[in-house]
């Protein structure tokens, strides 16, 4: 089972800039499409991001123009370039696969890195 460590959190002003990465433990198909994900108090987690094995990407309209999403397949890490953040982005940001099948299933979620954006 593939182990996923989010890092790269902490806390930041408003119009800062945060890089997360997001490392498993071992190989990650290129053909899986890899996504951030972020639950913030009293909300369901939400899909924000996520890239293809390609490189595709596919991002919510909220942090469109601002996150970046990219991953580097001979790491086996993904990563989420953060900028411009808003104290609405603060939440535990987690990596996992995307599915939209119900033959596809996620690897366990680690255990997040928090992003707190506050002056």
């Known amino acids: 089972q593939v182990q996923l460590v989010e890092s790269g959190g902490g806390l930041v002003q408003p119009g800062g800039s945060l890089r997360l990465s997001c490392a498993a433990s071992?190989?990650?198909?290129?053909?899986?499409?890899m996504g951030w994900y972020r639950q913030s108090p009293g909300k369901q987690r939400e899909l924000v991001e996520r890239?293809?094995?390609?490189?595709?990407?596919n991002y919510a309209d909220s942090v469109k123009g601002r996150f970046t999403i990219s991953r580097d397949n001979a790491k086996n890490t993904v990563y989420l370039q953060m900028t411009n953040l808003k104290p609405e982005d603060t939440a535990i940001y987690h990596c996992?696969?995307?599915?939209?099948?119900?033959?596809?299933?996620?690897?366990?979620w680690g255990q997040g890195t928090q992003v707190t954006v506050s002056s």
């Open positions: 071992r190989s990650i198909s290129s053909t899986y499409i």
């Open positions: 890239i293809s094995g390609s490189g595709s990407t």
């Open positions: 996992n696969k995307v599915c939209f099948t119900v033959e596809c299933s996620r690897f366990s």
